[in-house]
C-alpha cells in the first residue's frame, strides 16, 4: 500500500496566483479529509468528504478556498487568489468507514505564498 | 467535533524523565484517538481509546480515557530522545450529520535533552 498520496510535496508562489494541491487517498478508503497546519492555529480541519460528497466545510477559511474529489481515488484543494496568510503545511487523510477508524496523512505540501 | 483542550502546550523534559499530556473537553466524548507526529513529519496515528476508564499501554506510552469520558492522558515512562514530537489527541464524531469528523486538539510539543 503506497499510503495517502500529495503533491506537490513543496509550493512557493507569488501573491494572487492560483494554487492547486493534490491528494491520492488509500484504495478503499471512503473519508478524505484536508487539514492545514500553522504554528498558531495548529491542525485546522479545512473540510472532509465521505464517499466523494462533501460532508462538513465549514472549516474553509473563505471563498478563496475550493475543494472537490471527482472520485474515489483522487481530490484537489484549490486557493484562488493566494495570500501570504495562506501559507502553512496542507495535510490530505483518509480513512476507512467507521468511527473506530484511524486517518492515514499524507507527507504533505508546504505552501509559501510571497 | 466537538472541542478537545490539551495541556501542555510545551514540554521540556531530561531523558528518563517522565512526560504527560491532558486532553480534556466539557462534553463527552465519542471516543479519543492519540496521534505522534515527529519534526517535519505528519501526524501518525498511535492508539484509541473508545470505553470509559479504558487503559492501554504500548511499551513505555500509557494511555487512558476517562470514567466520564471527557479527559484523556497519554504517559511516557523514562523518555528517549526518540519521543521527540508533537503529540495529539483527537475526537471522532460518531453520531449525527458530522459522522466522522475528527477534531484535534492543539497538541503538546514535548523535547527531550540528552
Known amino acids: 500500500d503506497a499510503g495517502v498520496i500529495q503533491s506537490p510535496r513543496h509550493e512557493v508562489t507569488e501573491m494572487g496566483q492560483e494554487v492547486t494541491l493534490r491528494c491520492k487517498p488509500i484504495?478503499?478508503?471512503?473519508?478524505l479529509f484536508w487539514y492545514r497546519q500553522t504554528m498558531m492555529r495548529g491542525l485546522e480541519l479545512l473540510i472532509y468528504?465521505?464517499?466523494?460528497?462533501?460532508?462538513?466545510d465549514s472549516g474553509m477559511p473563505e471563498d478563496r478556498f475550493s475543494a472537490k474529489m471527482p472520485n474515489a481515488s483522487f481530490s484537489t484543494l484549490k486557493i484562488q487568489p493566494s495570500e501570504p496568510r495562506d501559507s502553512a503545511v496542507y495535510f490530505c487523510?483518509?480513512?476507512?468507514?467507521?468511527?473506530?477508524?484511524?486517518?492515514?496523512f499524507g507527507n504533505g505540501t508546504r505552501l509559501t505564498v510571497t | 467535533g466537538q472541542q478537545v483542550m490539551q495541556i501542555p502546550q510545551y514540554q521540556h523534559v531530561q531523558e528518563g524523565e517522565d512526560f504527560t499530556t491532558y486532553c480534556n473537553s466539557s462534553?463527552?466524548?465519542?471516543?479519543i484517538q492519540w496521534y505522534k507526529q515527529r519534526p517535519g513529519g505528519h501526524p501518525v496515528f498511535l492508539i484509541q481509546?473508545?470505553?470509559?476508564?479504558e487503559v492501554k499501554k504500548q511499551k513505555r506510552l500509557t494511555f487512558q480515557f476517562g470514567e466520564a469520558k471527557k479527559n484523556s492522558s497519554l504517559h511516557i515512562t523514562a523518555t528517549q530522545t526518540t519521543d521527540v514530537g508533537t503529540y495529539f489527541c483527537?475526537?471522532?464524531?460518531?453520531?449525527?450529520?458530522?459522522?466522522?469528523?475528527?477534531?484535534f486538539g492543539q497538541g503538546t510539543i514535548l523535547t527531550v535533552h540528552p
Open positions: 487523510a483518509s480513512s476507512a468507514t467507521g468511527e473506530h477508524s484511524p486517518l492515514h
Open positions: 462534553t463527552t466524548l465519542s471516543n
Open positions: 483527537a475526537d471522532r464524531n460518531a453520531g449525527g450529520t458530522s459522522y466522522g469528523k475528527l477534531t
Open positions: 481509546l473508545v470505553k470509559s476508564g
Open positions: 484504495s478503499g478508503h471512503d473519508y
Open positions: 468528504f465521505n464517499n466523494n460528497v462533501p460532508i462538513d
